[in-house]
């Protein structure tokens, strides 16, 4: 007898008239390809619209959804891209997001998608990211809402939301590690060439310079270097030396190439590489810790904590395969 395979999980996506293309197509790019080189059941992904009809696309092109809302709220996943803060949401989409949470959908918002989701009631009493630059305007109209406008996403479950466009990034990736591990979820971070975790959240980026990095730029050669010895003691001025400049001249070029400390940097470097181990392995905690560069257990799982809201301990039993 011949076995079925897995029904696979479906996806839908919300395109609107008049909205931007860049977090749609990065849904596309993630959950569209198909990827059987990772010989897992990939995504079933749909573009739904509240009208078949062609829509306006930021940028002077237009663009043409198959799938109504009835397919949209019969998703597995549900995601709503940054929507016009300006403009109220219809009642069409509100009911249809209704029913989706309630037949069991996890509903996921990029940027100012989240006012969507508080439209709709899905974000009552609930924590919630948005643009850091609409954080306030979020509290103002939904104050049942509890708005967090420093992280790149919150992850309440059933309802996820991110910060601004490119946090929407952080977030789907975070979608595949949950559905698929972290192994899976490097390789398609690696494919797109963004990191497969960020630790810190929208502060460093508030109106921040974003200054080129050199290709030769002593800076990268420090983080080049660390990465290839986080078990060793690493301090400013080792990585200053590796960078052939001052302390006090590295922690100003890094900061603003980077947003945040050396130390921090490489702190999240540590966890990072403690993700797979943790997914993957039946290691004992304390000895990934010492195995990715922490001094003590105790400060494995303080920064593992900080970076990663959970222990991890419990990251461990939610994302072994």
């Not at 663009?63 to 219809?90: C, F, Y």
């Not at 989240?114 to 630059?133: N, P």
């Not at 809402?145 to 479950?157: F, I, Q, R, S």
Request: aromatic share 6%.
């Amino acid at each position: 007898m011949m076995l079925r395979p897995p029904k696979p999980h479906t996806i839908s996506v919300l395109a609107f008239d008049g909205m931007a293309p860049f977090e749609l197509g990065c849904v596309v790019e993630i959950f569209g390809l198909p990827r059987p080189e990772l010989e897992v059941p990939w995504y079933d992904l749909k573009v739904c619209a509240e009208s078949l009809g062609p829509l306006r696309v930021v940028g002077g092109f237009t663009m043409q959804a198959e799938h109504g809302l009835d397919v949209l709220k019969n998703a597995d996943t549900v995601i709503i891209p940054g929507a016009n803060v300006r403009h109220p949401t219809s009642p069409a989409l509100i009911t249809a997001l209704q029913e989706a949470h309630r037949a069991g959908a996890r509903i996921v918002s990029i940027c100012s998608g989240a006012f969507t989701l508080a439209a709709a009631g899905l974000l009552d009493g609930r924590a919630a990211a948005t643009h850091w630059k609409y954080a306030d305007l979020l509290r103002i109209r939904h104050p049942e809402v509890h708005v967090n406008p420093e992280v790149l996403y919150v992850d309440d479950g059933d309802v996820l939301t991110s910060a601004g466009s490119a946090a929407g990034l952080d977030l789907l990736i975070h979608l595949i590690r949950k559905d698929h591990g972290a192994n899976v979820a490097n390789t398609v971070a690696r494919r797109l060439v963004v990191p497969p975790h960020r630790e810190g959240g929208q502060a460093q980026f508030i109106e921040a310079a974003v200054t080129p990095v050199e290709e030769d730029d002593g800076v990268t050669r420090a983080m080049a270097w660390a990465l290839d010895h986080l078990t060793e003691q690493i301090t400013v001025g080792r990585l200053a030396g590796e960078a052939h400049m001052s302390e006090r001249s590295f922690i100003r070029h890094f900061k603003r190439q980077t947003g945040t400390s050396p130390l921090r940097w490489v702190i999240s470097q540590r966890v990072a590489a403690s993700l797979t181990m943790l997914e993957s392995t039946s290691v004992p905690v304390e000895e990934i810790g010492a195995a990715v560069g922490f001094e003590s257990p105790v400060t494995f799982r303080h920064h593992f904590t900080r970076a990663m809201h959970t222990s991890p301990s419990a990251y461990r039993r939610t994302f072994r395969t």
